[in-house]
């Protein structure tokens, strides 16, 4: 069975910091992509971030650039997600999400966790 589980997130003030985790199960981790996506109460989900786990190649859409980092642990079958220099706008619960390719891209996912909610106050 596939598993993906989030954890991390919580309350922060603006210009603060977190990291998400996503600990993977059920498929083969090293031939895959993670990816962040996230949702915003009244908003479209949005792909955050991915990294594919064979050659850690990475994605970041445009407004998190500079400010998050994806990096992955093969070993813990986990991808992290640093959120550096928080906005409010980044106020969302956010969704860990795997697919069975190495291409990092934020389209296609086949697996997707249950989230985790990211607020960040002003």
């Known amino acids: 069975e596939v598993q993906l589980v989030e954890s991390g997130g919580g309350l922060v003030q603006a210009g603060g910091s977190l990291r998400l985790s996503c600990a993977a199960s059920?498929?083969?981790?090293?031939?895959?992509?993670i990816g962040w996506f996230r949702q915003a109460p009244g908003k479209e989900r949005e792909g955050v971030s991915c990294i594919s786990t064979s050659d850690s190649t990475t994605y970041y859409t445009d407004s998190v650039k500079g400010r998050f980092t994806i990096s992955r642990d093969n070993a813990k079958n986990t991808v992290y997600l640093q959120m550096n220099s928080l906005k409010p706008e980044d106020t969302a619960v956010y969704y860990c999400?795997?697919?069975?390719?190495?291409?990092?891209?934020?389209?296609?996912?086949?697996?997707w966790g249950q989230g985790t909610q990211v607020t960040v106050s002003s």
């Open positions: 999400a795997a697919k069975r390719s190495p291409i990092a891209s934020i389209d296609q996912y086949d697996y």
């Open positions: 059920g498929f083969t981790f090293e031939d895959s992509t």
